[in-house]
Structure formats: C-alpha cells, structure tokens
C-alpha cells in the first residue's frame, strides 16, 4: 500500500517553463489537498479537491491550476514559472473532510 | 491576518524537559483541530486529533483546545531526542479546508 505518491521528487525549472506535478492515492479518498511550504511560512494550501472533477482556490491559488479527472489523481500545473514558485509542494489526501490528511513525501522545486 | 497563527520558536530543550506548543486562530467555524509533526525532509504526519474543547491524552502528548479563547496547545512530556521534529497545528473549517500554522521546530538534546 503506496498511501500517497508525488511525482517528481525533484525538479528544477527555467523561469517561464511549465510542469505539472502528480499526486496519486491508493486509499480510495474523496478529498485531496495541494500544499505549498516556505520556510517560516508553514504549509499553505494552494487549490483541494472534494471529489472527483471538483476543484477549489486555496490561500495562494494565483500561478497554479489544478484537476481531478480521476479519483486517484491531483495534478498541479504551473503555467509559466516564476522564482517565487520555488518551494517544497506537498499533496495530501483524506477519506472525509474531518478525519487524517495523509502526506506525500514532497517535490522539491527550484524556478531559476 | 492569518487564520492560524503559531508560536513561530524554534525550541531547544533538554532530555526529559516539557515542551509546550501553542496555536490561536480567528475563525470560530474552526471545528476540526490537529497536531501534525514533520521530521526534516518528510511529509507531515498526524500526531493528535481533536473536536472538542478540553484535554486529549495520548502517552506522553496532550492535546488542549479551548475555544473561548481559540487557543489550541500541545504538550510533550518527558520529551526524547526523538522528538526533534518540527510541530504543525492544524484546523479544519466547515468546508473541510485544513489550514496549517507556520510550525515550530523542536530540538530535543541528549
């Protein structure tokens, strides 16, 4: 049992290029959650999902787009990358909206 | 203003030593609170979950939640070197977005 996969672990972008970054879960979850997280900034929710083909704008949306084709899957585009895009991004799932948000284990972004 | 605000640390105390963790938040429709811990390069991981305004033990961790005041802490008693990890609180709203405070790092010394 996987839990929750990011793809890539790493990655380091020219300003202006575009990526998407995937999350995938095997535990069957209605509800999952794209993070971002910047020293001394904590983890700030960028878009979630609360099923399949629903989005939302978190905190700090702009510069990002999302989709949840599957239930399995949330992907993450960036569009044209910026410097201030650099950043660790964290995709979490939950079965419900009140119970455990589990973790991937992280991409690593560097824009240059 | 944030939603969630954390004592932003860092801590360094010793082995066998009480660390005491705090958040405040400002939305009253905050229903859902959580202490995650994050060891370096990791992703997050539960550590308490409550609902209710009171104590939650669990070994040597205590939740607290009061929401009178809108005042969450965590306690960590007879705190170890493997408790070195970095400390998020969590609240989850009415639309179950979780909203995180910025965490506290903790460094436990032998």
């Known amino acids: 049992n996987a839990g929750v996969t990011q793809t890539p672990k790493f990655r380091v972008l020219k300003t202006g290029q575009s990526m998407t970054l995937l999350c995938a879960q095997d535990m069957n979850h209605e509800y999952m959650y794209w993070y971002r997280q910047d020293p001394g900034m904590g983890l700030r929710l960028i878009h979630y999902?609360?099923?399949?083909?629903?989005?939302a704008k978190g905190e700090v949306p702009d510069g990002y787009n999302v989709s949840r084709l599957k239930k399995q899957n949330f992907l993450l585009g960036l569009e044209s990358a910026a410097p201030s895009q650099t950043s660790v991004y964290f995709c979490?799932?939950?079965?419900?909206?009140?119970?455990?948000?589990?973790f991937g284990q992280g991409t690593r972004l560097t824009v240059v | 203003q944030k939603e969630v605000e954390q004592d932003p640390g860092p801590l360094s105390v010793p082995e066998g030593a009480i660390v005491s963790l705090n958040c405040t938040y400002s939305?009253?429709?905050?229903?859902?609170f959580m202490w995650y811990r994050q060891y370096s390069r990791k992703g997050p991981e539960l550590l308490m979950y409550t609902y209710s305004s009171g104590n939650k033990e669990d070994g040597r961790f205590t939740a607290q939640v009061d929401k009178s005041s809108k005042y969450i802490s965590l306690f960590i008693r007879d705190s170890q070197p493997s408790d070195s990890a970095t400390y998020l609180c969590a609240i989850r709203s009415n639309d179950y977005k979780l909203s995180f405070g910025a965490g506290t790092t903790v460094t436990v010394r032998a």
């Open positions: 939305n009253s429709a905050f229903q859902y």
């Open positions: 999902s609360v099923g399949e083909g629903t989005t």
């Open positions: 979490a799932s939950s079965f419900a909206g009140d119970t455990e948000a589990f």
